[in-house]
């Protein structure tokens, strides 16, 4: 899907080399992926992880904070929440093997994330970062 600089507001678009990230750019399309609380716990548990995982270890960690039935967070994943996060560019999904890793997120749909993290309570600080005093 090819699209070209929109010149009524200026916006980066898909094959605009100044683009800051994935094609998520519409605050309506950011809320809309971020609204479900699975979709949210999803991102939280990707952010973390330092590369691609196992949809099933994904599932198993969801289920956790959720305190919910694995298989049922693992139908959920598989065939709503991950394949409109790939859709939209957010996450790489590999259906045939059956593994899922975040994109690098646009700078401003990171700062979504951040902010729905912090709302909840939920650490989002990769696996690759040192954590703070105010962590221990």
């Not at 809320?31 to 949809?55: D, I, K, Q, T």
């Amino acid at each position: 899907m090819s699209q070209s600089p929109d010149s009524s507001n200026g916006e980066p678009t898909a094959n605009n080399p100044a683009s800051p990230g994935p094609r998520v750019r519409s605050l309506d399309a950011i809320f809309e992926l971020l609204g479900p609380e699975r979709r949210r716990n999803a991102l939280y548990v990707l952010y973390r992880h330092s590369g691609p995982m196992a949809l099933a270890d994904l599932a198993e960690e969801v289920a956790a904070l959720e305190d919910a039935p694995t298989e049922r967070v693992a139908a959920g994943l598989h065939h709503v929440h991950v394949p409109k996060l790939a859709e939209e560019a957010v996450v790489e999904y590999d259906a045939d093997e059956g593994l899922v890793g975040l994109s690098e997120p646009s700078a401003r749909f990171r700062a979504f994330l951040e902010a729905a993290a912090e709302d909840e309570s939920r650490r989002l600080r990769r696996a690759s970062e040192s954590a703070t005093l105010s962590e221990f």
